[in-house]
Each structure stands twice: as C-alpha cells, then as structure tokens.
C-alpha cells in the first residue's frame, strides 16, 4: 500500500467517477500508488470510512435527513445539476448528519476492502433503497452516480 505524505495543496484535480466500475479502478489505482499526497483535512481511511457509510445508508437509512421539503426542492434540483455535470462539490470535512464520529480509524488496507464490500452488497442489494439525507428519493442508478461523484470529490482531494 502507498506511503501516505502531507501536501498542502490549492489546486485539486478534477476527478470525475460516475459509475461502481470508475469507483472501483480508482481504488486500484490508490492500492498500486507508491505514494499517496494528501490535502489537509480527513486522512485517507477517514475519508473512504465516510465514503462506505453513506454508500450502506442508502440501503439502511440515513441517521438523519433533510427537511422534506429541502429534500424535494434544493436537493432534487442540486443533484440533477451535479449529474449534469458529472461531478459535485460539497464541504469535504463535513461529516453525514448524525452519523457516529470519531470512531477508530481503520487501516488504510481494510477501508479499502471495506468500500469495496459495500459496493458490492449495494449491486446485490433488492430491498427498497432509503432517501438520500439531502437528495430525497433516488433510484438504485442514481445513487450509484451519486456515491460515485461523492467519492470522486473527496478522491480530487489526494494526488497519486
């Protein structure tokens, strides 16, 4: 696994992930880096923690959501225009309302295998899909783009 080194950096790249299979090469590309660059904030396992909770709380339900009406105006209409652009941007220190924080982290290695467990028991996954926290109700496509284009901002954030 790559060697983790701080960079304060104010430029990020622009990574665009809109599908499981893009999500899933990036995390080979991050296994294979000889060295990883990380921008101030969330280190690696932190973020890929984060990344897993939502992809599993789409499946289970989020611990907290948005007013409705929030959900159904501003978040609809925010992620069709992240769609649109095939990529988002949000507040990357911000945790998922009323998720637990502060739990150990895990190490880098597990994270990894741990979004990549999630992902797949999202693919098999046949119950009803829960409402996004802010976008409100998406299908099993639109969530994949829209765990995609997460984990693709906060990947934008590490240079490997």
Known sequence: ????????RSI??????????DTLSELDKLRRAPEILLSP???????LDHCTKSIAYAMSG??????????????????????????LSHNLGEEIPGSPVGEPPL????????MQQTIQAFEDFNGRLM?????????????????????GNH???LEY
């Open 155 to 157: 990947l934008s954030a």
């Open 12 to 21: 990020r790249r622009q990574l665009q992930l809109r599908s499981w299979d």
């Open 41 to 47: 904030g969330w280190n690696l396992p932190h973020i």
């Open 131 to 151: 409402p996004h926290f802010a976008y409100g109700t998406l299908s099993k496509k639109q969530y994949e783009r829209a765990h995609a284009m997460h984990i």
């Open 107 to 114: 190490p880098l290695e597990k994270a990894v295998e741990q």
């Open 62 to 87: 989020f611990p907290r959501l948005k007013h409705p009406l929030f959900r159904a105006v501003i978040g609809k209409a925010a992620f069709h225009i992240f769609d649109l652009r095939g990529q």
């Open 1 to 8: 696994m790559a060697e983790l080194i701080f960079a304060d």
